[in-house]
């Protein structure tokens, strides 16, 4: 048995027993006024069940924000952790073993935080390159590290230099009668013409180097986007009169109302349905698009039915539950 398990585990042409390890957390809003933030560990070299929740262990978990002082006194004690826990070397049934952080998964908000980063709005956007928005639709643009390319990876030694001249800034800024707004204007101008995104020293330190978008959120955004497309659709195709105040008054036989329906009784995805009726109780379908973070479990729902929900735009579908209607 113990020769099937050592077999099961991959050393990508490393000496056998380096483990490879991949850090990464998350936070999301919880309930109504609260959020959760949790980070988790996994080993690289587990092959296929890497993706397992058997094999991804839970580290850190906190009904607080992700950018919250506790998450961050929790990052500054697990990076003296890891540091400690590179540097040695332990000996298990005769294998000699090691450990090298080498993912850093996250998205781009955790990213900035863990980065000592401006958020996400700022002109230069990237946790990973210095592109900016001035220069981010040249299409003929490369990423890489050679002299030809446009786009070149963020240096550890770069970052440390911006921080120190961010810090004379805001000490000179100190003893001028500005206020907050004004000063913190001054900043962020200050990092672009340095052309950086940098205002402190990173959490996690050169860490950051290894740091990796997580493609869930990428996932989940594209649904979303492609769920807003189908709803303008629907709301369209429906030519709801004026006088529907609330989708109560919306006839179930058009295209929003067989689209809601199918959302809750086929697709079972009741929340986002429910967030639909609120968003045309407020707007008509007239005002703003709806806003709605997808779950991954959502995405998963969504991407498996989209077939199907198209169906339930067409105009002389009628929508039945085991035989009889299903209302919204």
């Not at 109504?32 to 933030?37: D, I, M, P, V, Y």
């Not at 006194?73 to 952080?101: A, M, P, W």
């Not at 869930?216 to 979303?224: D, E, P, Q, S, V």
Request: aromatic share 10%; with cysteine.
């Amino acid at each position: 048995m113990q020769e099937k398990r050592k077999a099961a585990l991959k050393w990508f042409g490393e000496t056998e027993g380096r483990f490879l390890v991949a850090f990464g957390g998350d936070g999301c809003p919880f309930g109504k006024n609260e959020s959760a933030c949790s980070f988790l560990i996994s080993f690289l070299n587990v092959g296929k069940r890497v993706a397992s929740n058997s094999d991804n262990f839970l580290v850190f978990g906190g009904n607080v924000e992700e950018t919250s002082p506790i998450v961050k006194r929790y990052i500054n004690s697990v990076c003296k952790q890891i540091v400690d826990l590179e540097g040695r070397i332990f000996e298990i049934n005769g294998l000699h073993v090691s450990f090298h952080f080498e993912e850093l998964p996250n998205d781009m908000k955790m990213l900035a935080m863990l980065g000592g980063e401006l958020s996400n709005s700022a002109t230069f956007f990237s946790t990973f390159v210095n592109v900016s928005t001035n220069d981010c639709t040249d299409l003929r643009g490369a990423f890489g590290s050679s002299p030809s390319c446009k786009w070149k990876p963020w240096q550890y030694a770069n970052r440390v230099k911006v921080v120190k001249s961010v810090d004379s800034l805001k000490a000179l800024l100190d003893g001028k009668p500005l206020s907050a707004k004004q000063k913190r204007s001054k900043v962020t101008e200050f990092i672009a013409r340095q052309k950086s995104r940098q205002e402190y020293l990173p959490l996690v330190g050169k860490l950051i180097d290894k740091a990796h978008v997580e493609p869930l959120h990428l996932k989940n955004k594209a649904r979303g986007y492609f769920f807003k497309v189908l709803l303008k659709d629907a709301v369209a195709k429906s030519k709801i009169p004026a006088t529907c105040k609330t989708f109560a008054e919306v006839p179930q036989d058009t295209c929003l109302g067989r689209l809601v329906t199918a959302l809750k009784c086929e697709v079972k995805m009741g929340r986002l349905a429910k967030k639909v009726r609120k968003w045309f109780d407020e707007t008509q379908g007239k005002q703003g698009d709806l806003q709605y973070r997808f779950t991954g479990k959502e995405s998963q729902l969504f991407c498996h039915n989209f077939a199907r929900l198209l169906t339930f735009l067409r105009r002389r579908e009628t929508v039945r539950n085991n035989g009889r209607p299903c209302s919204p």
